[in-house]
């Protein structure tokens, strides 16, 4: 199993870029589905974009275009690019990573990731 840690978080102005990364630790991490969640002041968790362990993405329209996931097996590293940084993605951005053995699939649902990070706060100011 592995165990995440993220960091990049920051304060950054509307229209600015921010890179977020999430360090895991383990062997495995190839092995992973990975997702980017976040959580906003007084709302609901929710899905900011998704990596099967073979690569592919998903990303909903709120964030299409902005931000882009990828991942490095070889450093066990996930990243989230954010360009064009919005107020409205002021929140606190989890990874999580969930044990798959299907490469092409991508998973949506928070409930459906086993294992979390801490988070890392983002704040853009208007």
């Known amino acids: 199993q592995v165990h995440l840690v993220e960091s990049g978080g920051g304060l950054v102005q509307a229209g600015g870029s921010l890179r977020l990364s999430c360090a895991a630790s383990g062997r495995t991490f190839n092995n992973y589905a990975m997702g980017w969640f976040r959580q906003p002041p007084g709302k609901e968790r929710e899905l900011v974009t998704a990596?099967?362990?073979?690569?592919?993405?998903y990303y909903p329209d709120s964030v299409k275009g902005r931000f882009t996931i990828s991942r490095d097996n070889a450093k066990n590293t996930l990243y989230l690019q954010m360009n064009s940084l919005k107020p409205e993605d002021t929140a606190v951005y989890y990874c999580a990573a969930l044990r798959t053995y299907s490469s092409s699939s991508v998973y949506y649902g928070s409930y459906e990731y086993n294992i979390w990070g801490q988070g890392t706060q983002v704040t853009v100011s208007s």
């Open positions: 990596i099967s362990s073979g690569g592919s993405t």
